[in-house]
Nanobody, 119 residues
Framework: QVQLAESGGGLVQAGGSLRLSCAAS????????MGWFRQAPGKEREFVAG????????YYADSVKGRFTIFRFSVKNTVALQMDSLKPEDTAVYYC????????????WGQGTQVTVSS
């Protein structure tokens, strides 16, 4: 059974940083296209960042490019999202996802972690 457990969310002031972690069980993160999505109140879920299997590339939504970094700790079977220069519009529930098909669909999802950026 695949499980994705997010951690690291919280409240931060604008301009600050947070690091989200996603600990996976039931799959090996280096063998899958892993990603992060987010959903703000009243808005649809949107793709934030993705990292392809093995030595594959990384991909970002235009809104976070240059501020967020996705990376993988294969030894810990974890995927992380480093978020810098946070803005109030980054406030959302962030979800870890595994086995992405594209930027709109994934087979496995975590429960989500709340990120709130105050102005």
């Amino acid at each position: 059974q695949v499980q994705l457990a997010e951690s690291g969310g919280g409240l931060v002031q604008a301009g600050g940083s947070l690091r989200l972690s996603c600990a996976a069980s039931g799959l090996t993160v280096s063998n899958y296209y892993m990603g992060w999505f987010r959903q703000a109140p009243g808005k649809e879920r949107e793709f934030v960042a993705g990292i392809r299997w093995h030595a594959g590339g990384t991909y970002y939504a235009d809104s976070v490019k240059g501020r967020f970094t996705i990376f993988r700790f294969s030894v810990k079977n974890t995927v992380a999202l480093q978020m810098d220069s946070l803005k109030p519009e980054d406030t959302a529930v962030y979800y870890c996802a595994a086995n992405l098909r594209d930027t709109s669909w994934a087979e496995y999802w975590g429960q989500g972690t709340q990120v709130t950026v105050s102005s």
